[in-house]
T-cell receptor, first 111, second 113 residues
Framework: ELKVEQNPLFLSMQEEKNYTIYCNYS?????LYWYRQDPGKSLESLFV?????AVKQEGRLMASLDTKARLSTLHITAAVHDLSATYFC???????????FGTGTSLTVIP | DAGVTQSPTHLIKTRGQQVTLRCSPK?????VSWYQQALGQGPQFIFQ???????QRGNFPDRFSGHQFPNYSSELNVNALLLGDSALYLC????????????FGAGTRLSVL
């Protein structure tokens, strides 16, 4: 059974601190996605990583993919309150026909 | 340009009833996927529709069925509702050529009593 695991599940961090969320998956997929979800809202696409070694950055967030280790990281630099949300990673079946999501990391940034 | 729209936003049903949820994809998108998101969990893939046919299906029972219309809009039907079907149901649309780029709707919150 394909598994997508994230850790930590819950993260409380102070503003201006750095932290990393990890996403491990059990399939051989070369494609990994990061989404953000605010409470009661839908999913917002953050990053699409399509190859080994891919690195993408947007503001205080940077995502990377190591397909050999089946690991992706989402690094948060100098956290601000606006980053508080739940972050999900997902992989697909390499054809875009079926997606598998992790259980999410609930991030709270404390002033 | 309207994004992915879903209706209704909230729905309350009782066990054993049937429900239909609706989704209009983003303009120009021809592929629609449905997900179930239980409280505190990640979305789980139900199925994907393209060219009015179910192309891929996740691990959901036959009580869950769908349809895609010629205008690419889609419906999700759930029969014989169980308490465990209570969840946020999300629709995502994409282009067949770039299926990995999905846009999600705001979802329908279904409560089964």
């Amino acid at each position: 059974e394909l598994k997508v695991e994230q850790n930590p599940l819950f993260l409380s961090m102070q503003e201006e601190k750095n932290y990393t969320i990890y996403c491990n998956y059990s399939t051989t997929s070369d494609r990994l996605y990061w989404y953000r979800q605010d409470p009661g809202k839908s999913l917002e696409s953050l990053f699409v990583l399509l190859s080994n070694g891919a690195v993408k950055q947007e503001g205080r967030l940077m995502a990377s993919l190591d397909t050999k280790a089946r690991l992706s990281t989402l690094h948060i630099t100098a956290a601000v309150h606006d980053l508080s949300a739940t972050y999900f990673c997902a992989v697909d079946d390499n054809a875009g026909n079926q997606f598998y999501f992790g259980t999410g990391t609930s991030l709270t940034v404390i002033p | 340009d309207a994004g992915v729209t879903q209706s209704p936003t909230h729905l309350i049903k009782t066990r054993g009833q049937q429900v239909t949820l609706r989704c209009s994809p983003k303009s120009g998108h021809d592929t629609v996927s449905w997900y179930q998101q239980a409280l505190g969990q990640g979305p789980q893939f139900i199925f994907q529709y393209y060219e009015e046919e179910e192309r891929q299906r996740g691990n959901f029972p036959d009580r869950f069925s769908g349809h895609q219309f010629p205008n690419y809009s889609s419906e999700l039907n759930v029969n014989a509702l169980l308490l465990g079907d209570s969840a946020l149901y999300l629709c995502a649309s994409s282009l067949s050529l770039t299926k990995n780029i999905q846009y999600f709707g705001a979802g329908t919150r279904l409560s089964v009593l």
